[in-house]
């Protein structure tokens, strides 16, 4: 089962699991790439690390798919985008949180907030995500019906 697969506001365990293990895949990813460009002085620091991003970046997305859930349940407005903006600032409270910085997390809050809540909106406008759109299969179809009838 997919993400979108079932209706906004439903099936939240489901959502969060599917949203904690693409984090926690993009956690793994990073890790590796900071553990290369950032040689550690030892395997346990390099151990230390990757588990610190993988666990931030799974926790960051437990908190983005559950808030984002429970927020479309309590408005009871499960296709509203505002409901990804709370979603993804919740995640960046807790990254706040974790730095202990005010301005990381206002930062992180707004940023994430808003990048979901866009994708939600362009989703939701085209069906599709924050891809550019196919200008081509819109040019044919205009073109024929101007030039189907000649």
């Given at each position: 089962m997919g993400y979108w697969d079932s209706?906004?506001?439903?099936?939240?365990?489901?959502?969060?699991?599917?949203?904690?293990?693409v984090a926690t895949?993009?956690?793994l990813v990073g890790s590796a790439y900071h553990i290369v460009a950032f040689q550690p002085d030892s395997a346990l620091?390099?151990?230390?690390?990757a588990t610190n991003a993988t666990v931030t970046m799974a926790s960051v997305g437990a908190i983005f798919g559950m808030a984002t859930?429970?927020?479309?349940?309590?408005?009871?407005?499960?296709?509203?985008?505002?409901?990804?903006f709370i979603g993804g600032c919740a995640s960046g409270i807790f990254l706040g949180a974790k730095t202990h910085s005010a301005i990381t997390?206002?930062?992180a809050c707004l940023g994430l907030g808003t990048l979901a809540f866009s994708q939600k909106?362009?989703?939701r406008r085209d069906g599709g995500s924050l891809e550019p759109p196919n200008y081509?299969?819109?040019?044919s179809s205009v073109d024929c019906k101007f030039n189907c009838l000649l």
């Open positions: 209706p906004e506001g439903t099936d939240c365990v489901q959502k969060t699991w599917i949203t904690t293990k895949a993009l956690g620091v390099a151990i230390q690390r859930c429970l927020s479309a349940q309590a408005r009871e407005a499960p296709d509203d985008p505002l409901n990804y997390g206002t930062s909106s362009a989703r081509e299969e819109k040019q």
